[in-house]
Each structure stands twice: as C-alpha cells, then as structure tokens.
C-alpha cells in the first residue's frame, strides 16, 4: 500500500496549489481522508478533513482550502488558494480504512514566499 503527494513546491502569497494523494496498493473502504501539515519547530496538525461526506477545516485555512476526492483514480486532493507565508510546511495526506486503520503519504513540501 502506498500513499504517493504531489503538487507542492513553492508560491508566492496570494498563488494557488493543488496537492495530490495517490493510493496505490489496495482498494480502500475509505472511513475518513485528511491533509496534515507540519511546520519547522511546531507539531503536525490536521488542516482538513472528510469523512462521511462532510468536510472540516481548521479555523486557519477555512475559505481558502478545499478537500477532495475522485475515486475513480483512487486520489485525494487539496485546493488551496490565497496562499500566505503561514501556510508554509510539509504537507501529508493519510486515509483511514474502516478496516485496517491509516495510512500515510510521505509528505510534500509547500513553501509561500512573501
């Protein structure tokens, strides 16, 4: 099973990105998906989520990020417009399966320059 992210890379503020997820491996029973971040010095957080339908985000990226997911290509993903210095980390996708708990991709770099 593998989580592969792409996408990152380095913007300025006020650029857009979109990072992809793609599970490989296995077919998932997706329980819930998410985007992690992890700046320099701090712990990771969770940015958004989705699961039953129903997305969340922290208070942070709210209005600015977008949770997504096509199933057909067994990918998630995450917009993220009107990016800002802030938002600079390394970004992780994980899928959590109804059966065999999470996974996790191997992080990919987002840097916002101001």
């Known amino acids: 099973v593998q989580l592969v992210e792409s996408g990152g890379g380095l913007v300025q503020a006020g650029g857009s990105l979109r990072l992809s997820c793609a599970a490989s491996g296995r077919t998932f029973s997706v329980k819930a998906m998410g985007w992690y971040r992890q700046a320099p010095g701090k712990q990771r957080e969770l940015v958004a989520s989705r699961s039953l339908g129903i997305s969340s985000y922290v208070d942070s990226v709210k209005g600015r990020f977008t949770i997504s997911r096509d199933n057909a290509k067994n990918t998630v993903y995450l917009q993220m417009n009107s990016l800002k210095p802030e938002d600079t980390a390394v970004y992780y996708c994980?899928?959590?399966?109804?059966?065999?708990?999470?996974?996790w991709g191997q992080g990919t770099q987002v840097t916002v320059s101001s």
């Open positions: 994980n899928i959590e399966d109804w059966t065999t708990g999470h996974y």
